[in-house]
């Protein structure tokens, strides 16, 4: 099967802005927690580095500790225990309004009393900026959000994505050293969100601003960040880049929340070095890389992307062939989704990258799926699933 | 259909609402008293020019005229009029009447003078005059504190019987400073109302609605118990040691300032509040990372977004506080009565119909001004605001 995604050995971080990271980090956090009600943690001990310049992304389900985390380096919320330092110093003591953070909500909070270029312009007006240096700043940060000539509009005249963009040229205008995004493009349509991605993308390229941004869409999350925050009730699973998460979860949450994984749960059988064999309820062994595991007989869940599964190999060496009848086939265009029983009576599915080949396949045949065993992850023990697996 | 369904209503408004509203101001411009036993004696004082004593061939037809009205009810209601314009006319009119000179014995007028001396006057036939009617502008005039003179001049009553303008001034004063009090407490009550979480809003919205629901005249009488020389409030002042003798808080302005304030602050609260509920609480935390201190924060983003409810707030207030008279009445002193105090006076005691339509019509024309002003306002604020 062939992939562009480069093979490299486990969990060792090769990106660059993980280096960078050791090097100058920008923004801090160092083992914050947070809580409300001085029982449960909203945020449980969170530790971040942050480089100048990086675009990293707080990705988790609600309540995960997300926003609350970018809450308490934007000044409206303190930690209860930790500290969070901006640029070596710790701001513990610094009010938001003098952090010198750029921010973006969800629902734009444009000022709808005031026009948009009085909106741009604001934070520059409050810093006690020259009228005309004003105006000059607020014509490129329109052009910058391409909304030249809008200046005059009431954000109440303007789409949903341009009082968006509106919202994010006022966060950059004054050249802040962070911008904070919550959630920014959660109110747009799908097409309008996929293009603002790109803007902002751009935005951050063109400006070199350090973006802190958070989203529950694991999708907005890969295409948009240098590294990734993966939360889960106020910790951190995981971080790294959008491969490293995709490619290598660390944990069965960030395998099953990031993208679509197949789930197998059993026991571990045997453990060599980087290889384990574990025993898949239901009469089945599959080799797999051991991540997230204990010794043998500990329990497991293994996590299989659909895409690095291939129907009836013809060629090379697998790690694991297992026979499993078709049962649905859904064809989405640009790629096929093949649903399967396994031999053991679990659910499988398979992704069909060129549905043309998809044809041949009808529902009830029986075929013999393969997959490598370092495309295969034990990890932590989830629950026993709802779905039935007999 | 639509049409069908809102008919009660509008016919509902139009007899209890409008047409009163139509009545009063026509009474206010209405004086048919003195033309309807005085036809002749009237139409040929319109061509007097006031300032000799009319001819002699006036006071032949006022003679004839008041012998033909003489004991009908009709004459009684034309010297009541007159009695408006000029204290005694009333026992002048009739004391005429009763002892009328024979017709055709020399002079009438001099007749006439021979019966009392104030026939000899020219301000005495100048009343007349001006009661001529079908329609005069002497009420409104009257309201003003105004009157017209015997050559048709506009002139002030004087300062001995000038009152209105004064009482005016005085309920939009009232109204001015119940309006800025309401506005200072009922601010910081309605951003409490719509930031608070729901129980303890819940909880407040409770204790403004409360007041609201009771009686005018209960909250009225209880503000007598409480700001009484022995009252709670001034017992407590003492107690605490701020104060060694009781302050005055009652028949005096300070009463009816706390009790109209009172009466009036849920007409503030619910209008800020509805507009405060729609904004939010996002803008005041954009506004703060983006670099504005809370202070100022407030003043350029949140203030401005409450501006309709302040103008809605303000105009309820201002102008529910114009037509108070149960509470002055009942707390303030003979210097505190407001304007509708004249109209309960004028509509209860002495009905006269034509001064108390001529009050209310000018309350209703500030009111409506008011009105007229806020329109402006709120349309130019534009889309984005109310």
Known sequence: ????????????????????????????????????????????????????????????????????????????????????????RSVRHTPPHQRNIGMVFQNYALFPHMTVAQNIGFPLSVRGVKREEIARRVERALALVRLDGLGHRRPSELSGGQQQRVAVARAVVFDPDLVLMDEPLGALDKQLREQLQLEIKHIHANLGVTIVYVTHDQSEALTLSDRIAVFKDGAIQQIGSAVEIYERPATSFVAQFIGESNRLDGAVEARDGDRCVVRVDGALTVRAVPVAVGDVGSRTTLSIRPEHVVIDPTDGHWDNVVPARLENLIYHGDHARAQFRLAGGHAFTVKISNPRHAGAFAVGVDVRLAWRATDCRALDPLAPSTTPSS | MAGALVAPLLLFLAVNFLLPIALMLFRSVDDPDVRAIMPQTTAALAMWDGRDLPPATVATLMIGELDAARGGADLSRAANRLNYDINGFRSLLLKTA??????????????????????????????????????????????????????????????????????????????????????????????????????????????VLLPFWTSLLVRTTAWVVLLQKDGPVNGLLHGIGLIDEPLRLIFNRVGVYVAITHVLLPFMILPLYSVMKGIGPTTMRAAVSLGAHPFLAFARV????????????????????????????????????????????????????????????ILLVITALLYAVYGRLAGRAGPGWA
């Not at chain 2, 015997?150 to 002139?155: E, L, N």
């Open chain 1, 1 to 88: 099967m062939p992939r562009s995604v480069p093979r490299a050995t486990q969990d060792i971080p090769t990106e660059p802005a993980a280096v960078a990271e050791r090097a100058t980090p920008f923004v801090e956090f160092l083992d914050v927690c947070k809580s409300y009600d001085g029982d449960t943690l909203a945020v449980a001990h969170v530790d971040l580095r942050i480089a100048k310049g990086e675009f990293v992304t707080f990705l988790g389900p609600s309540g995960s500790g997300k926003t609350t985390s970018l809450m308490m380096l934007a000044g409206f919320e303190a930690p209860t225990d930790g500290d969070i330092r901006l640029a070596g």
């Open chain 2, 98 to 207: 009763r002892n009328l000179p024979a017709p055709g014995d020399g002079d009438a007028l001099q007749a006439l003078v021979a019966v009392d001396p104030r026939w000899g006057q020219t301000k005495t036939w100048a009343a007349i005059k001006r009661a001529a009617g079908p329609l005069t502008g002497f009420f409104l005039l009257g309201a003003l504190d105004l009157k017209q003179s015997a050559s048709g001049d506009i002139q002030s009553v004087g300062a001995e019987r000038a009152i209105f303008v004064k009482v005016l001034g005085r309920t939009l004063w009232i109204g001015f400073w119940v309006t800025v009090l309401c506005l200072a407490l009922g601010y910081p009550v309605a951003y409490l109302l719509a930031t608070a979480s729901s129980r303890i809003a819940n909880l407040l919205m409770i204790l």
């Open chain 2, 302 to 361: 949140y203030l401005p977004q409450t501006v309709p409810g302040i103008t809605a707030g303000t105009l309820l207030v201002f102008i529910s506080a114009l037509g108070y008279y149960v509470t002055p009445a009942l707390i303030g002193g003979a210097d505190d009565q407001m304007l509708s105090t004249f109209i309960a006076f004028y509509t209860n005691e002495t009905t006269n119909w034509g001064m108390a339509g001529a009050l209310g019509g």
